[in-house]
């Protein structure tokens, strides 16, 4: 019976890691949150007390070094997963806005420069002047940057909205390969922000949403990835449904930025 326990130990034991294992890989590719990680922690505990518990319980027994060196071996295993599951596989999506900008502006910066494609709403994350869009380093980021071409999806301004056109007449004078398209918030809030990019010739977005007062939900991804085509798909279709504003309101834009 003792042998027959062992046996199915080993089987269980091995059956395990290579469950864990293939989910491990999984984790780390779709760099998504999932309750899997939680199955890894409980792993590491494990790992961790059952040397404890022999060392405590059974210490009589290990009189030998080989017999010694196991529960420390043990011991460290179990620390390496904690620190592999809380490194690697702890996928971190929630952002305050300090910590978001920087993530935006070295996607911007290390990006293709042939096109990147944003969901702006009214563009206030650049800031609601002329001034702080002059010390907003996602501006400045974007601006420097030198893209080909720069599309953005962003609200209708209402019809005394003065600060969201000056907004949108300031990138319009100060950045080249800029075209904007139109959504009516009050009939379609996108509810989401982001921008899709190319890295080496492939597609990168990162989109996130407001979750809470300067909190935002965030997913880094590609367009092999089956939420990022989905949002790739999203964007092709607002972008072909959304108004081209006509060119005489473009000229309205840079003029009221002029005047300030």
């Given amino acids: 019976m003792p042998d027959s326990i062992t046996i199915l130990a080993t089987t269980l034991s091995i059956s395990t890691g290579i469950l864990l ?6 984790l780390v590719s779709s760099k998504e949150r999932s309750g899997w990680i939680f199955a890894f922690y409980i792993l590491s505990l494990i790992v961790l007390l059952v040397p404890v518990y022999l060392v405590i319980v059974d210490f ?20 390496g997963i904690f620190i592999f599951t809380k490194r690697i596989l702890s996928v971190k999506d929630i952002f305050k806005p300090d910590e978001l900008t920087p993530k935006i502006n070295e996607l911007t910066e290390i990006a293709d420069k042939s096109i990147i494609k944003l969901f702006g709403g009214d563009l206030d994350f650049f800031g609601s002047s002329p001034k702080e869009m ?25 019809t005394n909205d003065t600060t969201t056109m000056v907004r949108y007449g300031k990138i319009l004078t100060e950045i080249s390969g800029v075209e904007l398209k139109f959504y009516n918030p009050e009939q379609a809030d996108l509810r989401v922000r982001g921008r899709i990019l190319k890295q080496n010739g492939s ?24 939420t990022g085509a989905l949002y790739g798909n999203l964007w092709d279709l607002i972008w072909s449904l959304a108004n ?14 002029s005047r300030k």
Wanted: aromatic share 12%.
């Fill in 60 to 79: 009589s027994t290990l009189k030998q070094w080989p017999q010694l060196l196991l529960p420390f071996m043990t011991f460290a295993g179990g620390v």
């Fill in 134 to 158: 002059d010390l907003n380093s996602q501006y400045s980021t974007l601006k420097a940057a030198g893209f080909n071409k720069i599309f953005i999806i962003c609200e209708t301004p209402g």
């Fill in 244 to 257: 081209t504003p006509k060119d005489e309101k473009i000229e309205e834009y840079r003029s009221l930025f």
């Fill in 203 to 226: 597609d990168r977005l990162l989109m996130f949403t407001k979750i809470a007062s300067k909190r935002y939900k965030a997913l880094e991804t590609d367009t092999a990835d089956s």
């Fill in 21 to 26: 294992g293939a989910i491990g890989n999984k």
